[in-house]
C-alpha cells in the first residue's frame, strides 16, 4: 500500500489482479448476480484506493480492510435499492422459493438454490456465508468485516445452513449442521 | 450413509462455483486514472503556488510574525555589528575615529584614533 501511496505503477496493478476475481465474484453474489453491478462496484472499490489509499489503516489486514469496503458499498447500494422498491411491487421482487428438493441435483443447480435460498435470508446472511466458505475467512475475520459480534456471526452461519438444509431435503441426510 | 460436513460441503460447492471474470474496460480506467492521478501529484509537487497561498493567507499568522521578527532582529543586528567593526566613518578629515572592536569575548582591542596620513 505504501507504494501505492508513493505512485508506483506496478504495484498498482499486481494488486488489481491479485483481489479483481474475489471482489468481483462477492460484488456479483451480492448485487443479486448482476455482472453490469458487479462491475461498476468492482471500479468503485478500486478508485477508492487511488483517490484516497490514505484510508487504508495497516493495523488491519488489508484483505479483511477490502471485503469490509466492499460490504459497506452493498449495504449502501441495498438502502437505495429498498427506496426504489418503494415504487415497484413486491412481489415481483421476492424470490420464488416454493421448492424443496428432495433428490440430488447437478451442482449448478443445486448453486441456484443456494443463493436462492440465501436471498430469502437476506443480505447479512449472505455475506456471512459467502466471506465464510467461498472466501474461507475465519469467523473472527468474518466478524471483523461486517463489524459484528463472533457469535451473531455463528448464529447466522448456523440459521442459513439450517434453513438451506430444509430447504433441500436430501442434503439433511447428507451433511451435519 | 456416512454424513459429510456442512462446511466442507459449502466450500466445495462455492469454490467451483464460476461467475466468469470482471470487463477488461474496468482495468483499462484504473490503470489510466492511477496513472492521472499520480501525474498531477507530481506536477504539485513541483509547484510553488501552495507556498505562496500560504505565505499571503491569515494562516499561521503567529508562525509568520515569528519568522519575520527573527529575520528584522538579524538584519538590525548584523547592521550593527558592521558599523562597529571600524569602517571609516568619515574620508574628509585626516583623523577617523574608531570605537572599541571587539573580535572575539577574550580579545579587546582599544584604538582612539588612527592617522590616516601614513596611508599616503
Known sequence: MQQIVSGDHAAFSELYYRYKDRMYYYFYRM??????????FLQELFMKLIEKPESYNPNYSFQTWLFSVANNMCKNEYRRSEVRKEY?????????LDYISETPVEPEQLLEKVFQTLTLLGEEHRSAFLLRYREGFSIKEVAEILELPEGTVKSRLYYA????????????????? | MTKKNSDQL???????????????????????SFLLKNSSQ????????SFFGWLFSVQGLG?????????????????????????????????????????STSFVQSIDSLRTDSLN
Do not use: H, W
Not at chain 2, 466450500?11 to 489510466?32: C, F, H, Q, V, W
Not at chain 2, 507530481?42 to 503556488?49: D, G, P
Open chain 2, 10 to 32: 459449502f466450500t466445495d460447492l462455492l469454490r467451483n462455483d464460476r461467475i466468469g471474470e470482471p470487463s477488461k474496460a474496468i482495468e483499462d480506467r484504473l490503470m489510466y
Open chain 2, 42 to 49: 507530481k506536477l504539485k509537487q513541483n509547484s510553488f503556488a
Open chain 1, 88 to 96: 415497484l411491487t413486491s412481489e415481483a421482487l421476492k424470490p420464488k
Open chain 1, 161 to 177: 445452513k439450517k434453513m438451506l438444509a430444509e430447504k433441500l431435503e436430501y442434503l439433511k441426510d447428507q451433511i451435519e449442521l
Open chain 2, 63 to 103: 508562525l509568520k510574525t515569528g519568522l519575520v521578527s527573527v529575520i528584522l532582529f538579524v538584519s538590525v543586528m548584523n547592521n550593527q555589528i558592521n558599523i562597529e567593526s571600524g569602517s571609516i566613518s568619515c574620508t574628509d578629515t585626516i583623523f577617523t575615529k574608531r570605537v572599541l572592536l571587539a573580535d
Open chain 1, 31 to 40: 448485487l443479486r448476480n448482476s455482472s453490469e453491478l458487479a462491475n461498476d
